[in-house]
Nanobody
Framework: VQLQASGGGLVQAGGSLRLSCVASGRTFSQSPMGWFRQAPGKDREFVAARRWDVTTYYADSVKARFTISRDLAKNTLYLQMNNVKPEDTGVYYC?????????????????WGQGTQVTVSS
């Protein structure tokens, strides 16, 4: 199983980015998939998750700015980031394989991508 995240980069505050995460080797149609991020010196934190039944969850800090979506046919997870802020800077990781019922803790997920760097300048 491999999760390949891409789409990160340098963006000015107020701008937009779209992250993608392609899953290979397995489909996760019955499992939540999520995005986490980690800023320098901080713990990895939950950003957003999407269940197989299209229910979505967001961290309070990104609500109304970020949108998580999935394309099951392409086995791909997306994170549309709008109106980004400097505090959104970090390495963004996609995660899959949450079979315990949870979705917002790193321990809920079995598989992780390699991460993609997002840097927001002020």
């Amino acid at each position: 199983v491999q999760l390949q995240a891409s789409g990160g980069g340098l963006v000015q505050a107020g701008g937009s980015l779209r992250l993608s995460c392609v899953a290979s080797g397995r489909t996760f149609s019955q499992s939540p998939m999520g995005w986490f991020r980690q800023a320098p010196g901080k713990d990895r934190e939950f950003v957003a998750a999407r269940r197989w039944d299209v229910t979505t969850y967001y961290a309070d800090s990104v609500k109304a700015r970020f949108t998580i979506s999935r394309d099951l046919a392409k086995n791909t997870l997306y994170l549309q980031m709008n109106n980004v802020k400097p505090e959104d800077t970090g390495v963004y990781y996609c995660a899959a394989g949450a079979y315990s019922g949870g979705y917002s803790s790193t321990s809920d997920y079995k598989f992780w991508g390699q991460g993609t760097q997002v840097t927001v300048s002020s």
